[in-house]
C-alpha cells in the first residue's frame, strides 16, 4: 500500500514567488492542482486562460504575448492574446473573435515566428517604429516559445521582462515541450468545440428535415366507408426513409401506398421525398397498382437511383363494391390477413417484382385478393420483422408478427399497439436501427 501524503490546497495566489523554493513533492502537488483545474475546461478559451494565471505564477513574467500565423499569408502573422489586455481588463476570444485581433507584416514579433526557433534575448530592444510596440516596448529580456503543427512554427508564445538578463537559457528546453503539449491539448479541445458545434447545427438541420418529411405522410387517416384504419411511423433517426401514403379514388376505392427506402437517415429522406412527389404528379387516378409502380420506376431508374439505391414497395386499392383488393408489390414483405373470426393468417404474396429503382423496363403485374368483413390486413416494413434485441443478433421476425396478427380479432389501432408492444418487449425499449412502419386495415 502507498502512503498518501499530506496535501494542501494550492493556488495561483499561494505559489505566485514561492514555486521554485519549494521541496520537490510541494512542486508535485501545485502540478497536479493545475492540472486537474485546467482539465476540468471544457471551454478552450477557459482552458487557456486557467493554464495562464497558473503558468505565470510557477514562472512570473512581467508580460507576455501570443501569436499566430494560422490561414495567413507569409509575412502576416496576428496577436492572439495579450498581458497588455489583462492589465487593460480587456477579453478577447481568439476563436470566435478573430476579427478584433491586431495584425501586422513586420516587426520583432513577425521575424521571431516565421523564423521558427526557440529563442532567447536578454538584452533585447524593440525599435518605437515596430508595429507591436505597445505590446512589447520597454521590456530588455525575451524568450520566444515556438509551437508546432506539422512541423510548422504555427503559434508563438513570448514571454518578457523589464529588466535584461532574467531569463535562464536552461528553462527553454521545458518551456518548448510544455507549451507545445499544452498547445496541442487546447487545439483538440478547440476542434471537439469546433465538432460539437456542428453536430449541434447538423441536428438542428435534421430536425428540419425531419418535419418536412413528416409534412409529406397524412396528416390524418382517411374516413372510408366499410374500413378502419390505424398507422404507426417511427424513425431510426430524426429522418427516415420510409413512406406510406393513401389515395381517395372514384367509386369510393382507396389505394394504400408502403414504400421503405434503402439506407437510412438524410440520404434515405430525401429518396423518400422524390417518392412522394413522382407517386403524386402521374396524370390522372393512381389505378392500377402496377402502372402506378411502373411510373414511379421509371423515373427513379432515369435520374434518383443510380447510386445504388432501392425502393421496396405495396400498393393495394381495397374496392368496396366486393371487398377486393387489388395489389402490387414491389420486393416488398408480403402483407398479413388475418381471417376473421379465426386464428389463421394468409400472406399476400400473389406476385413477384424487382424493388423500384432497379430495372427501369421491368414489368410490373398485379394480383387480387377478396376480404372478407372482420378480416385485418397489416402492411409493414422490415424494420419491423428485422428489429434486432440489444446485444444479440437475434431478429423480431415475421413468425411473431404472424402470431400476434393471428391472435388479435379486435379492432385496427388494437393490432398496432399488439404490434408495437411486441416490438418494444423485444428491443428492451431500444431506438430501432432500422425505419418502422405498420398500416393496418379492418374491414367491417
Known amino acids: 500500500m502507498y502512503n498518501r501524503p499530506t496535501t494542501m490546497s494550492y493556488s495561483p495566489q499561494n505559489v505566485a514567488g514561492k514555486f521554485a523554493d519549494m521541496t520537490s513533492m510541494e512542486r508535485v502537488q501545485v502540478v497536479q492542482q493545475m492540472m486537474r483545474e485546467v482539465t476540468r475546461s471544457t471551454d478552450p478559451q477557459e482552458m487557456v486562460r486557467a493554464y ?6 510557477i514562472t512570473p513574467t512581467d508580460r507576455f504575448i501570443s501569436l499566430s500565423r494560422r490561414d495567413l499569408a507569409s509575412p502576416w502573422y496576428r496577436v492572439t492574446r495579450s498581458g497588455l489586455w489583462e492589465e487593460q481588463g480587456k477579453t478577447i476570444n481568439p476563436w470566435r473573435d478573430k476579427h478584433l485581433l491586431p495584425m501586422a507584416n513586420e516587426g520583432a514579433l513577425g521575424e521571431l515566428i516565421y523564423n521558427g526557433n526557440a529563442v532567447i534575448d536578454n538584452d533585447w530592444k524593440v525599435s518605437e517604429s515596430d508595429p507591436m510596440y505597445e505590446h512589447i516596448g520597454g521590456f530588455r529580456s525575451m524568450r520566444c516559445v515556438p509551437m508546432y503543427e506539422n512541423g510548422i512554427s504555427m503559434n508563438m508564445v513570448v514571454h518578457l521582462f523589464r529588466q535584461p538578463g532574467h ?19 487546447t487545439y483538440n479541445l478547440v476542434l471537439a468545440d469546433e465538432l460539437r458545434r456542428a453536430n449541434d447545427a447538423l441536428e438542428a438541420e435534421m430536425r428540419t428535415v425531419a418535419d418536412i418529411q413528416r409534412s409529406l405522410l397524412p396528416a390524418e387517416l382517411p374516413k372510408v366507408e366499410g374500413l378502419e384504419l390505424a398507422a404507426y411511423y417511427q424513425t431510426s433517426r430524426n429522418a427516415g426513409g420510409d413512406y406510406y401514403d393513401f389515395f381517395e379514388l372514384p367509386e ?24 412522394h412527389s413522382i407517386a403524386h404528379t402521374r396524370e390522372g387516378p393512381p389505378d392500377p397498382p402496377s402502372q402506378l409502380l411502373e411510373f414511379i420506376n421509371k423515373r427513379l431508374c432515369a435520374r434518383y437511383t443510380n447510386n445504388g439505391t ?7 386499392i381495397y374496392d368496396p363494391a366486393d371487398r377486393s383488393i387489388l395489389y402490387c408489390s414491389a420486393g416488398h414483405n408480403p402483407p398479413i390477413v388475418r381471417s376473421a373470426g379465426s386464428s389463421e393468417c394468409v400472406l399476400l404474396d400473389g406476385n413477384h417484382n424487382l424493388p423500384l429503382g432497379i430495372e427501369s423496363d421491368e414489368q410490373f403485374e398485379d394480383a387480387r385478393a377478396v376480404l372478407s368483413s372482420g378480416d385485418t390486413l397489416v402492411i409493414y416494413t422490415d424494420g419491423i420483422v428485422e428489429a434486432r434485441k440489444p446485444g444479440s443478433s437475434d431478429l423480431l421476425g415475421l413468425d411473431a408478427m404472424i ?8 379492432s385496427a389501432q388494437v393490432v398496432v399497439d399488439r404490434i408495437t408492444k411486441l416490438v418494444n418487449e423485444f ?18
Open 427 to 444: 428491443t428492451d425499449g431500444a431506438l430501432p436501427a432500422d425505419d418502422q412502419t405498420l398500416v393496418v386495415v379492418k374491414v367491417k
Open 167 to 185: 531569463f535562464d537559457d536552461s528553462t527553454l528546453a521545458d518551456a518548448v515541450w510544455l507549451s507545445n503539449l499544452f498547445g496541442r491539448a
Open 310 to 316: 432501392f425502393v421496396t414497395a405495396f400498393y393495394g
Open 252 to 275: 369510393g376505392k382507396l389505394g394504400i401506398l408502403i414504400a421503405d427506402v434503402s439506407g437510412h437517415g438524410t440520404p434515405a429522406a430525401v429518396m423518400m421525398a422524390v417518392t
Open 403 to 410: 402470431a400476434v396478427a393471428c391472435a388479435c380479432d379486435e
Open 52 to 57: 495562464g494565471t497558473w503558468l505565470r505564477s
